[in-house]
Structures are given as structure tokens and as C-alpha cells.
């Protein structure tokens, strides 16, 4: 069965610092990934997302992941963080056949101090 | 664009009473409509998929007894919380796509409060 890791549950940073917030993925054959944000008291916005090819995407703000089959994994980065970045942060599987079924990690929320 | 609308935006229900909330699609069709709810301190789980002229599939652990879903055009879709308690409590998505179905919009959520 699918499934999203995400071992940070809280990751802090100091504003203008890089970052890396990781996922460990498992899925029987050729994952569709996705990282969304969610800022206090809102929904959902897509920050990016892996379709097979390029294995880094580039998204918003910034913000840009890898995926590694070997390692399972589809860790998000970016270069210098701002203090708008400060939200929960969801990584996120989906099967190809329906890209509307997104199946979730646990979140990790990113607190950035000055 | 495309957006995606969801009300109530917030709602308060009494334990044991039900609570409809709505989902509405502007600026494309939505033949695939799934909904997930966000409990209070974790992530986001997915309760059904409903695509149309499909059957609506429901994740293991939710039930059309508990939450059924109507999606009777291509524009809208509503799901009900029948018989609320403490558990249900959190914010509910509505996250829609089109046929080319690449791209998933979400709305901003029904926060559902049961007292």
C-alpha cells in the first residue's frame, strides 16, 4: 500500500538559511509526488509536483525537491528561507491512475526565527 | 482560473446532529471530486473519490452511512457528516480536478466544530 513519511515533525531555521525538509515515500511502481503548504487557519496550496522525468522540480517561492528511487525519497529544499515560509509543510503520493487521490505524510511544521 | 469554493467556511454542530457542507467548482468541470478531512493535530486523510458516472469510492475506516456524497454535476458536490461527534471534529477539503485530471484545485476548507 502507499504510503508518505515525514520523520520531522518540527524542523526550526534561522531566517536566510537553506532548508531541507525530507519524505520517505513507499508505493508499488511510479509515484506521483506532490509537496503542499498549508498556512496557519487556511487549505492547501500545491507547492509542487514530480510527474516521471526531470528528477528536480522547481516550484514556488523558491522552493524546489528531488526524487531519488533509490532512496524512496522526495526531499523538498530551498536555498534561503523567509519568514513567510513559516506554515506546515505536506508531502504527498499519488497512484497514476488518479491524480485526485493523494495520500499524505504527517507534515512537518516549519518555524523560522530572525 | 480555476477555483474551487467550499461552505460554510465554519460551522458549529451539536453531538449527535448532521452537518452539510458544499463544495462548487468555477472555471472548469470537476469529473473527479475527492474529500478529506484534517482531525486536530494531524495530517489529511482521505474519506471517498467520486467521479462521474462512477461509483463513489470510500477509504477504509469511512462509510456512505457516516458521510454520504452527492456530486450530481460537474460544478458542485456536497457531503454530509450525519451524526457528529467529537472525532469529527476538524477541516474538512473539498479538492477537485478536471478530465485532463493533472492537476488537483482544493478549496479552503469547512472547519467543523461539534459541541
Known amino acids: 500500500a502507499q504510503s508518505v513519511t515525514q520523520p520531522d515533525a518540527r524542523v526550526t531555521v534561522s531566517e536566510g538559511a537553506s532548508l531541507q525538509l525530507r519524505c520517505k515515500y513507499s508505493y508499488f511502481g511510479t509515484p506521483y509526488l506532490f509537496w503542499y503548504v498549508q498556512y496557519p487557519r487556511q487549505g492547501l496550496q500545491l507547492l509542487l509536483k514530480?510527474?516521471?522525468?526531470?528528477?528536480v522540480v522547481q516550484g514556488v517561492n523558491g522552493f524546489e525537491a528531488e526524487f531519488s528511487k533509490s532512496n524512496s525519497s522526495f526531499h523538498l529544499r530551498k536555498a534561503s528561507v523567509h519568514w513567510s515560509d513559516w506554515a506546515v509543510y505536506f508531502c504527498a503520493v499519488s497512484p497514476m491512475s488518479n491524480y485526485n487521490v493523494l495520500y499524505f505524510g504527517s507534515g512537518t511544521k516549519l518555524t523560522v526565527e530572525p | 482560473g480555476a477555483l474551487v469554493y467550499q461552505y460554510p467556511r465554519r460551522t458549529i454542530c451539536k453531538s449527535g446532529t448532521s452537518m452539510r457542507m458544499e463544495c462548487q467548482a468555477v472555471?472548469?468541470?470537476?469529473?473527479?471530486v475527492a474529500w478529506y478531512r484534517q482531525s486536530p493535530q494531524k495530517t489529511f486523510e482521505l474519506i471517498a473519490l467520486s467521479t462521474v458516472n462512477s461509483a463513489i469510492k470510500y477509504e477504509q475506516n469511512f462509510t456512505q452511512e457516516k458521510f454520504p456524497i452527492s456530486h450530481p454535476n460537474l460544478s458542485f458536490s456536497s457531503m454530509t457528516v450525519l451524526n457528529a461527534y467529537l472525532e469529527d471534529r476538524g477541516l474538512y477539503l473539498c479538492g477537485a480536478s478536471g478530465q485532463s485530471n493533472t492537476e488537483v484545485f482544493f478549496g479552503k476548507g469547512t472547519r467543523l466544530t461539534v459541541v
Open positions: 514530480y510527474y516521471p522525468g526531470d528528477p
Open positions: 472555471g472548469f468541470q470537476a469529473t473527479s
